[in-house]
């Protein structure tokens, strides 16, 4: 059984209109893509509410998710730019033992 996901092309969409219109033009290209992933809603979010605040941000990364697709991309990042674990953490706001984490994770599969 798939757990549904909420439509966050259309909560991002209604956040937009409602509060911030002027960032509609900026968000326009990942709204319009039909498959919104993981790092999709990263990037908005981070585009319509900035990462000023640090306490904020720490408190956020308790709660995010990641699905396969998401984590791949981001090993894949990870080995075409050469980067290490840090780098790569310190570049997705991540920590470094989830990266660990997922290397070993998706090498033995």
């Given at each position: 059984?798939?757990k549904?996901q909420?439509?966050y092309?259309?909560?991002y969409r209604?956040?937009?209109l409602?509060k ?5 033009n ?18 908005i ?7 000023n ?7 956020n990364?308790?709660f ?8 791949l ?5 990870q ?9 790569v ?9 989830s ?6 994770y998706?090498?033995?599969r």
């Amino acid at each position: 059984m798939k757990k549904s996901q909420p439509n966050y092309k259309q909560i991002y969409r209604d956040i937009i209109l409602k509060k911030y219109p002027e960032k509609m033009n900026t968000c326009q290209l990942i709204l319009e893509k039909t498959n919104f992933s993981m790092l999709d809603v990263i990037n908005i979010n981070n585009m319509i509410f900035g990462t000023n605040n640090k306490d904020i941000l720490i408190n956020n990364q308790k709660f995010k998710s990641y699905d396969e697709s998401t984590v791949l991309y981001i090993l894949d990042y990870q080995r075409k730019n050469r980067l290490n674990n840090s780098q790569v953490a310190n570049h997705f706001k991540l920590s470094r033992n989830s990266i660990a984490k997922w290397k070993k994770y998706f090498q033995l599969r």
